[in-house]
């Protein structure tokens, strides 16, 4: 099938994007960024109106306004002449978008479309709240709080919402050149606005917000959901931050996040991410006094302005292309494509296998038939970042074939997490010498990063062996169950010995947890994971009290 052949009505036709309703498929859309358009700027000539309100108001400085008009004429000349920023933006978007799917993260985001400026993603309503998670102030932010020195580190990161008064809508067909019809109904304001343009978007506090009383299809923005939003965005920022600093070097400085509302009532993370949703800068800049201003898109270079706009388009690509290249270099996908030997340009990078039999695995169950039809075609691209090999590895050795249970159950949830598991039967009173030389047969590869699990009754020695011999964190599992007596504590204190220790735990799921704790430290996919799965007890905690509270008042 021809990728155009999916494409149904146009619902919406912006600056950067055009979105596309999907035939036979009416919970999913097709969202198609562009390279560039025709902007027509607004003249530097002030008009007879903006005059009578500069007169009648003694606010507006007309010279102001021109001078804005020329700057914002050439920044956007820049951005929006650049020939293949339509794929490079589509394949920014579908890599941040496979990270926070590793970390469970709700989005809109489905799977990406063989055309490589196109990515599918679920049918929204946009929620008219822009949220700007800060981690330090930059020029933006100290022009309207005048007084705190650029560069400060916001701890924890500050969060601001932000009112649009003009959202995105593409609910219904547009038949007409938005561009050229100026008596339409809807807004046809692109999401991708300046967050001080205040034509666009106002700030708001906490308590308006929660005042405001959305009802967005039929659907009310409570304080539970306005809770979920501000947690799901702090996540968010968490995850990304700790991606780029770990992988590359570099500060998230900041980043703006929307949200929307599918045809199954669920919120979800619902934004194009490209350069001009964050900021980001290398630490070696900060330290040395370096912040870029706020319209650095990258931290290739200290600067991205040249002298003419032919350098300024120049290095704005080459930083979409750095952020891009640095994005697939994480998710390890110019590997896979390499070794497949399907190399390509950075403009023909995303494409999609059809012929794959690998299911797309999607957080949520509640989908639509249609939807869950199209669910199940295949994507190369998730395939190849669900199917990874963590560079971790946990050795569980269990004392007596009784333990071999447990051993295999922890075993089936650490792979399904992606960690190496192996499983090994030992006794430190039926054989000493079998131990020293299992650890023998682990303790070669210095780095990688292991770790031990002994499961039994903590006085079969397994865990102080293992400690006394190796450098390698010791955690031994003592599962209590209904049968289980207090004789574990009894003789606890006889094998507390100087210079040797492990953790001690009583469940199977702690052993797991801990395992996947230590080992996060140094893989950036088990940090995701732990904290998307934080974010989904915090929000499973919101929804169950909003429950409680929903069915004592109808009782009351």
């Known amino acids: 099938m021809s990728s155009h052949e999916i494409f149904g009505q146009k619902l919406y036709d912006g600056k950067t994007k055009t979105i596309y309703s999907m035939i036979d498929q009416p919970g999913l859309v097709c969202i198609q960024r562009k390279d560039s358009y025709h902007y027509s700027l607004p003249s530097t000539t002030v008009s007879e109106n903006t005059v009578m309100r500069s007169r009648a108001s003694s606010i507006i400085n007309i010279n102001s306004i021109m001078m804005k008009n020329i700057r914002k004429q050439s920044a956007i000349k820049a951005y929006y002449d650049i020939h293949g920023k339509g794929a490079l933006t589509t394949s920014i978007t579908i890599c941040v978008f496979e990270i926070l799917r590793d970390a469970v993260i709700p989005t809109y985001y489905v799977a990406p479309h063989p055309q490589s400026d196109i990515f599918i ?32 580190r916001f701890i924890p990161p500050l969060v601001e919402i932000y009112y649009k008064r003009h959202p995105v809508v593409y609910k219904k067909p547009i038949l007409v050149d938005l561009e050229t019809d100026t008596d ?44 979920c939003m501000h947690e799901t965005v702090c996540a968010v920022f968490d995850i990304l931050e700790h991606v780029w600093l770990i992988n590359t070097n570099c500060q998230l400085i900041d980043l703006k996040l929307e949200f929307g509302i599918t045809t199954t ?199 102080m062996v293992l400690s006394a011999n190796s450098q390698y964190p010791i955690i031994h599992c003592s599962v209590i169950n209904d049968t289980a007596t207090t004789n574990h504590f009894l003789d606890i204190n006889s094998f507390i010995m100087e210079n040797i220790s492990y953790s001690l735990v009583f469940s199977i799921q702690s052993a797991i947890q801990t395992v996947m704790q230590i080992l996060a430290m140094q893989d950036w996919r088990l940090w995701c994971k732990q904290r998307g799965k934080r974010l989904r007890s915090y929000i499973d905690l919101l929804i169950g009290d909003q429950h409680l509270t929903l069915a004592s008042n109808k009782n009351s």
Request: glycine share 4%.
């Open 265 to 463: 009532k669920e919120i979800v993370v619902a934004n194009v991410i490209d350069i001009e949703t964050w900021h980001l800068v290398r630490n070696d800049l900060i330290l040395n006094q370096q912040l870029p201003s706020s319209n650095t898109f990258s931290t290739k270079q200290n600067c991205i302005h040249g002298d003419s706009d032919e350098d300024e388009i120049k290095n704005i690509k080459e930083n979409i292309i750095w952020i891009n290249d640095c994005l697939r270099d994480i998710l390890d996908m110019n590997k896979q494509q390499s070794n497949r030997g399907k190399r390509k340009s950075i403009v023909q990078q995303q494409t999609v296998n059809e012929t794959d039999e690998t299911q797309i695995q999607m957080p949520e169950a509640t989908f639509s038939q249609h939807e869950q039809t199209y669910l199940n075609k295949e994507s190369t691209l998730t395939t190849t970042t669900k199917l990874f090999q963590s560079s971790g590895r946990c050795i569980i050795v269990c004392s007596t074939s009784k333990d071999i249970e447990h051993g295999n159950r922890m075993k089936l949830i650490l792979n399904e997490s992606g960690i190496q598991c192996d499983l090994r039967l030992c006794s430190t009173y039926k054989s000493t010498q079998a131990i020293l030389k299992l650890l023998a047969h682990y303790t070669f590869e210095h780095h990688r990063p292991t770790i031990f699990i002994t499961i039994g009754n903590i006085s079969n020695g397994l865990a």
């Open 184 to 227: 339409s109904t809807e807004s046809i304001i692109d999401d991708e606005d300046d967050e001080e343009d205040e034509s666009c978007v106002i700030i708001w506090s906490y308590e308006q917000l929660l005042n405001a009383k959305f009802d967005i299809e039929n659907m009310k923005i409570t304080q539970t959901e306005v809770e």
């Open 121 to 152: 993603a679920r049918k929204c309503t946009m929620i008219p709240i822009l949220w700007i998670i800060r981690r330090l102030a930059n020029e933006t932010y100290i022009k309207r709080y005048p007084g705190i020195q650029k560069g400060h």
